[in-house]
């Protein structure tokens, strides 16, 4: 160190360390019986993990043991396991040997004493034997139960062979005889001897020839059926009821006997043969049907009707082929399809019904499987004779009943007439009528696809000939002197034709909104009758029917379309013009009045008396040939083109102060007068002009802060430029001042 100035900070360092041991020697100190005691906590847990130490010896040492144990215990229960299955195989070779055995020597006995079902039931044991561990290899086997094996199996297919063929012969001897009872009988032999699928085709055919026995009998009564007979109109639906209803006893009566001497997953098979019987017969009746009923002289008449009435010009002698036929004459025979297709129907959900049923007990079936044998028998089932008959049926069903529909409803329009003291004409109802009862038999066919075709039908006729019957109407617009050309189209009719076509544009305007509200009811009504009588049918099939359904949701938005269209035609031929010219007098009165002129307009008005009196005689006029609801929009349309045609006119005037509270009066008499015409207020409609008569009754500039920053939260109607505006027609304003005003 070369100064004292370093010995001195080298002093104060070391006597900073020193100061500093010190404390720590001092906490030492004051922590020696502490620290005492941990160190006498450590010894002891040392002492105590030396014993743990010895304990986890110990255990190590037992556990390994215990392994050791198990793996001799486990070896010896393999061993134990293996010849337990060599003894359980063995026993069940020398069961199988001694059922072998008994099985040769009772199927020899039965057979000589004609016991068929005890000889059957030998067979099937055997049929069930596991051969190859019945036959060991040749070095593990002697001689004399080889021989034993070979004599036994070749004595049992032997049975086998004679067995099949006498339950064949004797089978063959019950059908010739008739004798059911042995039929039967032979009938629940044949799964036991390797024979299902013969046993079930051969009593399938016994059944079908007894179902066509029956047939011939029923179809014979149904060709000497005379006209008188009650049920001549739907005798070809009894007979095919008749029909279904023996096949369905049929498959009632012998499923059971099936499952239990078949087993299950055999009704198929069984339903096949029968079906076939049932198509030939209901085929029969359907071609019948046709004929007895000239449905092919119909069509083609119907289609001729169709394809004149699209083209005209092809056809020379349309009139007497319009005239060939009576959609009258039809609703019985549309009656009568629509029964066929609802047995016919009811009758292919029972067959699936049974087959799937049959087919969901088999054991050891996977979903998989099952739902592609499912998907099998519903399309064998939808494929057959029967089935094509009838989608080919309801098809030509659809032509008929959409031309039913269609020619009903024209006729409605044409014989369209207004009774007295009557808001509609006579087309509402009977149009809603013929569409409910066509839509209601259509739906009793159970058909989805001919109930769909049907709502595409309804939507497309209610949209062209029935929306087109209103249309034109409403187009030829409303008489009224007020509108040039209706006062010279008015020139060339009587006073009684004109008042005739105003009574028909009102009623117009009440058959829409009549229809708006059929055609709603319509729709919740038939989707109620949707789920109660599709509720078997799939979810794809009930949703594709409400889609269907749903199109009348776009039918009653076209006639709210029209309906609008018909209020735009009173608007611009009636009512607009008249209210603009009443309030264009407004535009003539000074507004400019002083204190006494306000006064005196409390007794004589030069206004609003007169504008509310001719708007009393409009509203009365047209309201009282109203419907409610079209009451309603007459006077929601009477009070818009008030608001927006006085508006127009205060904007054409001057004021004063008065002249401003002048008008706030006028609004509120014009307001209060509305309001008592209808269920609602109208208050809203004028609230612009309430407004406008708040900024011109103001009383300075500096007023209109107080409402344009009002706690009220008053919602401005108006733009600052339109307040602009209307605060200069104050003749007392200042124009720059007002267009200064920071807004």
Known sequence: MESIDDLKKEYDSLFEREEKIDQELHQLLNNHSINENKFNSIKSICQSIQMIYKDSQDLSKMINFTSNLADNVSSKVRQLDVAKGRVSSCIKRVTDILDLKACTDGVTEALNEEDYESAANHIHKYLSFDKDSLKLKSGTVDVAEKNFLDQSFNVLQE???KLQAIVNERYDQALKSH?????????????????????????SSYLCDQINQSAEKNFSALISTDESNERWSVMFADALILLFERVARVVEAYQPVIE???????????????????????????????????????????QN???????????SNGQRIEERIDPRDMDELLTEITLISARS?????????????????????DSQSLNQKVAHVKQFINSCDLQCSIQELVGQYSLLENFFMTENINKAIQMDSISSNSLNSSVVDDVFFIIKKCIKRCLYSDNVDGCCAMFNNCSSVLESNYREHFFSKLKLGYPSTSDLTQAIRNRFQSPEQIQKQKIYFLVTLNNIDQSIEFVSTVQKTFEEYISKLFDQESQSSREKLNSCLNDLTTVGNRFKTLLDYGFEQLNSYEIEPKIKQWCSVYSSISHKITDEDFNSYETDDPFIQNFVK???????GLKDSLSEKNQETLTSLIASKTAILFEKNIFKCSFSKYGGLQLDKEIRHLINYLTS??????????????????????????????????????????????IRQVLLLREDFRADEVRSLKL
């Open 159 to 161: 049975s086998k062979t």
């Open 179 to 203: 004798d059911v009872p042995q039929m039967e009988r032979f009938f629940k032999i044949f799964p036991l001897i390797g024979l299902s699928e013969s046993g079930i085709e051969k009593f």
């Open 614 to 620: 001719n708007l009393d005689s409009l509203i009365s």
């Open 305 to 315: 009707i169709v394809n004149f009435s699209r083209n005209p010009s092809n056809y």
């Open 677 to 722: 015409q209808t269920t609602w207020s109208t208050r809203e409609k004028f609230s612009r002009l309430n407004q406008i008569s708040i900024l011109l009754s103001l009383e300075n500039l500096t007023e209109l802060f107080e409402y344009w920053n009002s706690p009220l939260g008053i919602t401005w109607r108006l733009t600052p430029n339109e």
């Open 345 to 365: 129907e009811l009758y292919r959900n029972f067959l699936i019904k049974s087959i799937v049923g049959d087919m969901s007990a088999m054991p050891n079936e």
């Open 260 to 302: 239990a001497s078949y087993g299950h997953g055999h009704i198929f098979l069984f339903v096949k043969n029968i079906q076939k019987e049932c198509d030939k017969q209901s085929v029969r009746i359907l071609n019948k049907f046709k004929e007895i009923r000239k449905l092919n002289i119909i069509l083609r008449d119907v």
